[in-house]
């Protein structure tokens, strides 16, 4: 199963004007605790997902009382929010590589 397909709410925006930071929530505790315990979310995979190294990801937060989970990247190098350069002013359409993991 897909991680959109598990998910009630998969989104991004900005934290901040250097930051993008990612909002996964579960309806239920059996699909939290699934993703959460897969050991799937890692920061190996996300520095994959959005070629950078594991160690410029900044924070995966597993917020058991939320039923949600929250992972924080840098923006690139040298782009902060509201630069001329930037496509995605709001960090609104950073999540989308996320939707395709597959959780075991």
Same mark, same amino acid.
């Given at each position: 199963? #897909?991680?959109?397909?598990?998910?009630? +709410?998969?989104?991004?925006?900005? $934290? @901040? %004007?250097? #930051?993008?930071?990612?909002?996964?929530?579960?309806?239920?505790?059996?699909?939290?605790?699934? +993703?959460?315990?897969?050991?799937?979310?890692?920061?190996? &995979? /996300? $520095? #994959?997902?959005?070629?950078?190294? %594991?160690?410029? !990801? &900044?924070?995966?937060?597993? +917020?058991?009382?939320?039923?949600? /989970?929250? /992972?924080? =990247? %840098?923006? *690139? !190098?040298?782009? $902060?929010? @509201?630069? !001329?350069?930037?496509?995605? &002013?709001?960090?609104?359409?950073?999540? =989308?590589?996320?939707?395709? =993991?597959? +959780? *075991?």
């Amino acid at each position: 199963m #897909k991680l959109y397909e598990m998910a009630s +709410v998969l989104r991004s925006k900005n $934290a @901040g %004007p250097f #930051k993008t930071t990612f909002d996964i929530f579960f309806e239920d505790n059996e699909a939290y605790q699934r +993703v959460r315990d897969s050991g799937l979310l890692t920061k190996e &995979l /996300i $520095a #994959k997902l959005y070629h950078m190294r %594991p160690q410029d !990801v &900044l924070g995966i937060f597993f +917020v058991d009382m939320a039923r949600g /989970i929250k /992972i924080t =990247i %840098p923006k *690139p !190098v040298g782009m $902060a929010c @509201g630069d !001329v350069r930037c496509r995605d &002013l709001f960090g609104a359409q950073q999540h =989308i590589p996320l939707m395709d =993991i597959e +959780v *075991p």
